[in-house]
């Protein structure tokens, strides 16, 4: 009998405002994620983590793989660029329908995977973005959390995707360590609750960021 898998998705913004010293916070944040979570045994057997990048174009960055099989490159930001997020939630449903194993009479499926969001601007494809967002709800994710990251991050379009939105004042490493190691903590909760997606169930936020 296959173990049942939660799929995590992590959908990154790499546009050109995200380069220098944001985008090598990130990677580092992601590392310490990755290392954090492999330490828990249930995580270690249950997470699966997909990260998809977007600025001019949405890429599959990593497809869905188990914890203990990934080894990343960095993840670079172009000099400028806009930010299709509307094209990685495009991207996000062609994924998550190709991966996700649904429940038959004979097995059961994957929990409901769960869905963290991260952007330091707006979305340039606007209306793409609206349009995707019925049928992101369709795909019944169990939990959707969104982080704007910096002061032009526009939080007013992430609550069109989630409740759940999330900031940080500044772009510096201690912000997005502390982003990463609350999304790994929220990751492990979600694998031990098997993958319920209560919001509850949370961890608090470390003190730079702010619900």
């Given at each position: ?97 190709r991966d996700v194993r649904k429940s038959t009479p004979d097995s059961r499926g994957d929990w409901r995977p769960l869905l963290f969001v991260m ?93």
């Amino acid at each position: 009998m296959s173990i049942r898998r939660l799929p995590v998705y992590i959908l990154l913004d790499t546009s050109g405002s995200m380069r220098g010293e944001p985008i090598h916070s990130v990677n580092a944040g992601l590392q310490s994620m990755f290392s954090a979570l492999r330490q828990d045994p249930y995580a270690l057997e249950t997470v699966h983590l997909s990260i998809i990048t977007f600025d001019v174009e949405a890429r599959e960055y990593l497809p869905l793989t188990p914890l203990d099989a990934i080894r990343l490159d960095d993840i670079r930001a172009p000099d400028s660029g806009a930010t299709f997020l509307g094209a990685a939630l495009e991207l996000l449903i062609r994924c998550v329908d190709r991966d996700v194993r649904k429940s038959t009479p004979d097995s059961r499926g994957d929990w409901r995977p769960l869905l963290f969001v991260m952007t330091d601007g707006s979305p340039s494809d606007l209306h793409t973005f609206r349009q995707t967002i019925p049928e992101i709800r369709r795909r019944d994710f169990g939990s959707i959390v969104a982080c704007a990251a910096g002061p032009k991050a526009r939080q007013d379009y992430l609550r069109e995707l989630t409740a759940q939105v999330i900031a940080l004042d500044t772009l510096d490493a201690a912000a997005f360590a502390g982003f990463f190691k609350w999304v790994s903590a929220s990751v492990a909760v979600g694998s031990g609750h098997a993958g319920t997606g209560d919001a509850d169930a949370l961890p608090p936020l470390p003190s730079e960021i702010q619900l």
